[in-house]
């Protein structure tokens, strides 16, 4: 039961998230007098429906995997044609906006989640140092040049953040063989050099457990909280930093760096969501402006279907005076979201086939 409750949580975090999105295109097409013939949050069987006077439709629907504000620009029929508010009538520079305006939405979101991310759990954080493993018969003495009590803050110049943590920095030094470690021992900052070794020790449940790192068997990760003025200054560069991940991430997608069973659609997504829900409820802080940022570079991309797509269309327009065949190009996104909605669910397929069969 607490699974379940824990997957409605993630499916209610990512559905705010994509109506933030639709909300976005919403608000700037009122605000530039476009008109809107559908807002839906979900898609599948109407829950509720309400018509407002200016013809505008409201729904809910029930399946809470994402939403859509719907402006017609697909539309080909004479009377959409002939209607000056139709999305296609309407000016380049405004049809940019509204089709941009889903991202900002998503990204300044983000900034607004990271800044209650960092005023509720910080950004930095130390390794305080509790219990070193007992004995290593190939280099005994390869702990010695740290102490119980030590707070590690960083590697070779590299202080420990939410994005980038002490595995990570560990596994980008591994090779190097000895670090330069950033150290709070009795409130003095220090850097040592501390050797990185292979060793093993016996876990809480007395199964021996073979890593590679410090010599640190027992640890306490403590987060620096930051004040409003700093969590505010911080918020943009760490969702700055977020983006940069998700773009290395995509570019080792592409290139093949990351293998096709890590990746998965929506399913993936909300099982993931609500794993990480399950260790803390503390993470959805993270995750919120984290999806938040994913969305806003996704729906940027130019793949049919897509926001990033539909902008190229309308840059092509303004740039040549005159439109792609508007029949070509609502064939050109219908296809491409069949495509996307596919891979999605292979996608989803193959991370069920990896993730809970195997």
């Not at 705010?16 to 898609?43: D, N, P, R, V, W």
């Not at 049919?304 to 050109?332: C, Q, S, T, Y």
Request: aromatic content about 12%; some cysteine.
């Amino acid at each position: 039961m607490t699974t379940v409750l824990y997957i409605v949580m993630a499916l209610v975090a990512l559905l705010i998230m994509i109506t933030i999105h639709e909300f976005g295109h919403y608000i700037a097409g009122k605000l530039l007098s476009f008109k809107i013939q559908e807002f839906s949050i979900g898609f599948g069987p109407v829950l509720y429906k309400k018509v407002k006077k200016n013809g505008e439709i409201f729904y809910i629907k029930a399946i809470p995997l994402g939403g859509y504000c719907a402006f017609g620009e697909d539309d080909t029929d004479e009377a959409t044609q002939k209607d000056p508010t139709a999305f296609n009538n309407q000016a380049p520079w405004k049809r940019l906006i509204v089709l941009s305006a889903g991202v900002i939405f998503n990204f300044i979101s983000a900034i607004l989640f990271s800044v209650i991310l960092l005023l509720v759990v910080g950004y930095n954080y130390t390794l305080n140092v509790k219990e070193f493993a007992t004995s290593d018969d190939n280099n005994p003495a390869f702990h010695q040049t740290l102490e119980k009590g030590d707070k590690i803050m960083g590697i070779e110049g590299e202080k420990f953040t939410i994005i980038k943590s002490h595995t990570s920095l560990l596994t980008k030094y591994r090779d190097e063989g000895t670090v330069d470690v950033l150290i709070l021992r009795d409130g003095e900052e220090k850097t040592i050099q501390v050797l990185l070794h292979e060793y093993t020790y016996e876990d809480a449940d007395g199964n021996d457990q073979t890593v590679y790192g410090m010599g640190i068997v027992n640890s306490q990760m403590e987060y620096v909280k930051l004040n409003f003025f700093e969590a505010l200054g911080k918020a943009f560069i760490f969702c700055c930093e977020l983006a940069w991940m998700v773009l290395v991430i995509l570019w080792q997608l592409i290139t093949g760096q990351i293998a096709i069973t890590k990746m998965g659609g929506t399913v993936a997504t909300i099982a993931v969501m609500a794993d990480v829900m399950q260790q803390s409820l503390l993470n959805l802080l993270l995750l919120f402006p984290l999806i938040s940022v994913n969305l806003a570079i996704f729906n940027a991309l130019p793949i049919p279907a897509l926001d990033g797509a539909r902008m190229v269309f309308v840059g092509i327009e303004w740039a040549r005076g005159k439109p792609v065949n508007r029949n070509l190009e609502a064939k050109i996104h219908t296809w491409g979201l069949i495509v996307l909605f596919g891979l999605v669910v292979v996608f989803d397929l193959i991370y069920m086939f990896v993730n809970v069969f195997n």
